[in-house]
């Protein structure tokens, strides 16, 4: 076992180095960048990238990368090296100032949704100091956002520092006018990250899961999660080297890992690391993703990080805790008495208005082709967006908008009934699994991202839609006199709450008669992608971002663009998987197994004419109608893969594929999934659910 406080942080320049590192001066100014925002000059980089470069040379690196997050979400980088060939034939390490703030990647196969002129195809990344350099296999990389010539952001992370800004910077206007002031607000968030662990065997036996990170087919297994008994089970042995060795890279790299267990799916795993400011989580959720798939292979396993590896089994999340925080306080901290905590009231208030306004924007944040088999499937939670408070500041809320008087109840003391266990006090905010937004004692979880998405999207629509709450907010108090503040304040956020009430909901999410009361209140339910994207670029959308300086229009309509490409995409590659192993593997398998069932009908019929072969014969029209009906939606889909191929208009062409295409992706799984339990275990060209998800 690593000795962890020796470990942890080394592979970061974070600010213990850097002041270890830079001389004062530099030091200071470096933090007021990356505290207050202060931009940065060229001769302060000048400093940090030789302090840099020393630093990471000193722990082997020979090579930096900017490392960024372009559109596709997953993170990029290309490897420069530190040398520079002098003339007397050797080399020195060189890394300037220009080298750390700006890079040139040649950037012409990122997604850019049409932003940039192929004759102006180069992308520049520049520098962010607000999340730690770190070293990865002997590179130094350097987190960096990403945009064009003209300054258009093209990657995930500019919009989402751009959101994080405009939120502070509202957000000082509100607490100004409580009589507190600080230099910036933090959002901080924690990401939880749930995924599966399988034998690189199977997966290597499964075309599906190499190619589309899922299995397109395979019966449920005889026995499933029912039992309960994987959730927080006892870990097996080489998940548990797994997960010691992914700490300890994690903790190098300065990733806060905390928590770890098993999830309620076999195979299922989670890991969740402490919360940190919101530009850094997501990167570290990032390197957390990357070393996952590293390390698996350590083991003889391979990590699925898709959101619904396997059908009738859980899908996998990814928890956004979120919550803002001003000179260390939690703004979402309602304290002992929330009745008369009227600064959480004013952000509880405007985080309720944010979600209720834009509600879907955030279902769209959370829309990909592997999400749509968690949202608004059979699974949670469910494509309509709705908040849950708990028991107790829902009823402070009830009182508000009823204008009623509230006594806060004390927190309830919880007697176990076991002498030698302590008691312990009740969390005020009762757990509600099924709500896609729940408040969670001192934060907000947003439960509908899925395991696999970058959760810039998110965050930013979040953090922009909360600035407008508390613009708004802000512009009404800012001309108020002091002495009628708070009651002017107070009845603000009661008339608030009234006018958003229809977006909590504490019930039971999953229930049936949910989807129906939702739409009563005309709440959004978008059950899939090619439904969840459009709003993206509606005149409201538009507004909001133009008006805190997020996304301008041109940038808004190429996100949407590739958003839309990339699920048609992903949706193409299934349709030709699917077809390619049914003709290749599936079909051949059934054939070649009927085929023998009636070599057996002949042989024994040669020799006992008479014999009662009623069961093979049956088992064998099985088998004949089994292909019949696969060969049947085979056709269809190939059918209706080419008309879609012919649609140039992305919109139409998701259109297709999530109402048309799906179901008959769906119905040619069932009857080939259907075959898999009658056609004998040696013919059966890959293994089943029942082998991949009970390995030893
Ligand atoms: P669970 O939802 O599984 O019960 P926890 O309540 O333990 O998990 O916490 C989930 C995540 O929330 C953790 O990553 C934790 O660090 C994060 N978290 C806790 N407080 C905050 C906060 N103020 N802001 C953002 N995230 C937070
Ligand atoms: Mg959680």
């Known amino acids: 076992m690593a000795n962890v406080q020796q470990i942890y942080g080394e592979m970061v320049f974070d600010e213990h180095t850097m002041q270890e590192r830079l001389p004062s001066a530099t030091f200071k100014q470096l933090m007021r960048t990356i505290k207050d925002g202060a931009p940065l000059d060229l001769e302060v980089a000048n400093v940090v990238a030789h302090a840099m470069k020393e630093w990471a040379i000193e722990k082997g690196a020979t090579h930096y990368t900017h490392w960024f997050q372009p559109l596709s979400g997953i993170t990029s980088e290309k490897h420069d090296s530190f040398i ?15 080298e750390l703030i700006q890079g040139e990647p040649d950037a012409s196969s990122f997604p850019s949704g049409g932003l940039r002129a192929t004759f102006e195809a180069r992308g520049y990344t520049a520098w962010d100091p607000t999340s730690f350099a770190f070293i990865k296999d002997e590179v130094l990389c350097i987190p960096t956002a990403f945009c064009s010539y003209n300054g258009e952001a093209l990657d995930k992370k500019t919009p989402l520092l751009r959101s994080m800004r405009a939120v502070s910077d509202q957000a000082i206007r509100v607490l100004e006018l409580f009589g507190e002031s600080c230099q910036r607000v933090v959002i901080t968030l924690g990401a939880e990250q749930e995924y599966f662990l399988i034998s690189e065997d199977d997966y290597k036996r499964r075309l599906d899961l190499v190619l589309t990170g899922r299995t397109l087919f395979g019966y449920s297994p005889c026995k499933g999660q029912e039992l309960e008994d994987h959730y927080f089970g006892a870990i097996r042995p080489t998940v548990n080297n797994f997960m010691k060795e992914l700490d300890d890279e994690l903790w190098k790299l300065g990733v806060p890992a905390k928590t770890k267990h098993n ?27 990357e070393e996952m798939r590293l390390l698996a292979s350590h083991y003889g396993l391979v990590c699925l990080e898709h959101e619904k590896p396997f059908e009738h089994i859980n899908g996998s999340g990814k928890h956004n805790n979120w919550s803002m925080s001003a000179n260390g306080k939690n703004l ?109 004692g001192n934060k907000f979880e947003f439960r509908m991202p ?30 108020v006199p002091e002495e009628s503040f708070k009651s002017a304040a107070l009845d603000y956020v009661k008339r608030t709450l009234r006018d958003h009430q229809r977006i909590i909901f504490n019930g039971d999410g999953y229930s049936d008669e949910w989807p129906i009361e939702a739409e009563k209140r005309g709440l959004a339910n978008h059950k899939n992608t090619a439904d969840a994207l459009p709003c993206m670029v509606t005149q409201k959308s538009l507004d909001l971002f133009s008006e805190f300086n997020v996304l301008d229009e041109a940038e808004l309509k190429s ?49 006992m004419p008479n014999a009662d072969l009623s069961n093979q014969e049956t088992k064998l029209s099985a088998l004949l109608e089994g292909a019949a009906e696969i060969n049947r939606h085979l056709g269809k889909l190939h ?46 060209p890959v293994p089943t659910y029942n082998e991949i998800l009970f390995y030893a």
């Open 84 to 98: 520079d060939p002098i003339d007397d034939g050797h080399a020195i390490m060189s890394f300037s100032g220009k």
């Open 263 to 289: 999830e309620v799916a076999p195979c299922q795993h989670e890991l969740a690391p402490l919360f940190a400011n919101a530009n850094r989580a997501i990167d570290q959720n990032l390197l957390t993703m």
């Open 332 to 440: 979402l901290e309602p304290g002992e008495h929330p009745m008369q905590n009227l600064r959480f009231l004013v952000f509880l208030a405007g985080v309720i208005q944010a979600v209720d306004d834009y509600q879907e924007l955030l279902r769209m944040s959370a829309a990909s082709a592997g999400n749509d088999h968690r949202l608004g499937a059979n699974e949670a939670p469910p494509a309509i967006v709705s908040m849950f408070l708990g028991d107790e500041l829902g009823r402070v809320v009830d009182a508000l908008i009823q204008g009623k008087d509230y006594t806060s109840h004390d927190r309830v003391e919880m007697d176990l009934g076991v002498a030698e266990l302590p008691n312990f006090l009740k969390d005020n905010s009762d757990r509600n699994r099924t709500s896609p937004f729940a408040f969670t």
């Open 450 to 479: 899925g395991s696999e998405q970058n959760l810039s999207d998110a965050n930013m629509v979040l953090n922009t839609a909360m600035a407008k709450s508390l613009k708004e907010f802000a512009d009404e108090m800012e001309g």
């Open 559 to 607: 996100r949407y663009e590739v958003k839309l490409e990339k699920y048609n995409k992903t949706m193409n590659i299934e349709i030709r998987t699917m077809k390619r192993l049914v003709r290749r593997d599936y079909l051949p398998a059934i054939n070649d197994f009927a085929a023998e069932i009636a070599r057996h009908i002949a042989e024994i019929k040669a020799v």
């Open 639 to 684: 059918e209706l893969h080419h008309e879609s191929l012919e649609i140039a208009d992305q919109q139409e062409r998701a259109n297709m594929n999530a109402h048309k295409i799906v179901p008959v992706m769906d119905a040619l799984r069932h009857a080939v999934d259907e075959m898999e339990l009658i056609v004998e275990r040696k013919h059966w």
